[in-house]
């Protein structure tokens, strides 16, 4: 047992000092030799946890992002304005501190990557589900109002890989800019199915 539970530490332990790797590098500006070598691992370790390059990176990137899932749909005893602003402001917290992951993650990996589209719609659900939580009261919507918060997820996506490359904003002024488009995505959904009431807005001191 201790052996395994060493493995995972270690197994772990990798996937830290990767995350930090990638964390402003693209995946192939970096060599299984450099990744060794700023690791201060042998090469054939990484090979044997991970059995490859992009095995590694599909690690790093899947526990690069657990975290912000794990945020997004955590919280629901906090008012539900909270937790909305709460989520955006984490979501852009990890595209500000992981820019090469946040990028691999919306634009699905190197080339056609089923696997990091399967991480990338997680997310994508995951911040439905807050959402839809936080505005109706539950996450089993219908159709329409899951394709208007869709929208609005993937309109984040590509502000949020804009303001990366061009950080003219403040995150506190990115956030508040988010939580208002998200507001007219609601009143639209409402618009065209009232059973989804888009919730009043809401005053905060900012």
């Given amino acids: 047992m201790r052996g395994t539970e060493r493995s995972l530490a270690r197994r772990a332990e990798l996937i830290a000092i990767g995350r930090k790797l990638f964390a402003d590098t693209s995946y192939d500006a970096l060599s299984m030799d450099d990744i060794a070598r700023q690791a201060h691992v042998a090469k054939g370790l990484i090979y044997y946890y991970f059995q490859s390059k992009r095995g590694y990176y599909l690690a790093i990137i899947k526990d690069s992002v657990a975290d912000l899932v794990t945020f997004a749909a955590e919280g629901l005893e906090i008012p539900a304005v909270d937790r909305v602003h709460r989520t955006i402001d984490g979501y852009l917290r990890y595209a500000e501190n992981h820019q090469a992951a946040y990028r691999t993650i919306v634009s699905g990996g190197v080339g056609f990557d089923a696997e990091v589209h399967a991480v990338r719609d997680g997310v994508r659900?995951?911040?439905?589900?807050?959402?839809?939580?936080?505005?109706?009261?539950?996450?089993?919507?219908?159709?329409?109002?899951?394709?208007?918060?869709?929208a609005w997820v993937c309109s984040v996506e590509g502000a949020t890989l804009?303001?990366?490359?061009?950080?003219?904003?403040?995150?506190?002024?990115?956030?508040?800019?988010?939580?208002?488009t998200l507001g007219g995505a609601l009143r639209a959904v409402e618009e065209l199915d009232p059973a989804y009431p888009a919730p009043p807005p809401a005053r905060r001191d900012t």
């Fill in 125 to 150: 659900e995951a911040i439905i589900a807050t959402i839809a939580e936080g505005a109706y009261g539950r996450s089993d919507i219908a159709p329409l109002a899951r394709m208007g918060l869709l």
């Fill in 162 to 180: 804009d303001w990366i490359d061009r950080p003219e904003l403040s995150r506190g002024t990115m956030r508040e800019l988010l939580v208002k």
